[in-house]
Nanobody
Framework: VQLQASGGGLAQAGGSLRLSCAAS????????MAWFRQAPGKEREFVAA????????YYSNSVEGRFIISRDNAKNTVYLQMDSLKPEDTAVYYC?????????????????WGQGTLVTVSS
């Protein structure tokens, strides 16, 4: 499975960005998808996850109410709509996937990772 993340960039606080992650090399509808992020000097942390058919969505407390994860199985793509951005959202954002039914917030449960896309939020 190969993942290609895109859509990062520079945004002002309060602004929005939309990340995309395109998957190839397998049957997308059998993957659980997730987004993680890693800020400079910090460990990688969970952001959001989504189940096979778009259900089973959950978010970290730090982004709940501001970010929305979604997927389009026809396009083999998962999205992360990020609104009301804050400077503390600045990080490299990674998409990740695993076969299975249940989404997870644990990095070690995802064997496949994209290359990351940088999001910078200025105050």
């Amino acid at each position: 499975v190969q993942l290609q993340a895109s859509g990062g960039g520079l945004a002002q606080a309060g602004g929005s960005l939309r990340l995309s992650c395109a998957a190839s090399g397998g049957t997308f509808s059998t993957y659980v998808m997730a987004w993680f992020r890693q800020a400079p000097g910090k460990e990688r942390e969970f952001v959001a996850a989504i189940g096979l058919d778009g259900g089973g969505i959950y978010y970290s407390n730090s982004v709940e109410g501001r970010f929305i994860i979604s997927r389009d199985n026809a396009k083999n793509t998962v999205y992360l709509q990020m609104d009301s951005l804050k400077p503390e959202d600045t990080a490299v954002y990674y998409c990740a996937t695993r076969y299975g039914v249940s989404p997870s917030d644990r990095t070690y449960e995802y064997p496949y990772w994209g290359q990351g896309t940088l999001v910078t939020v200025s105050s």
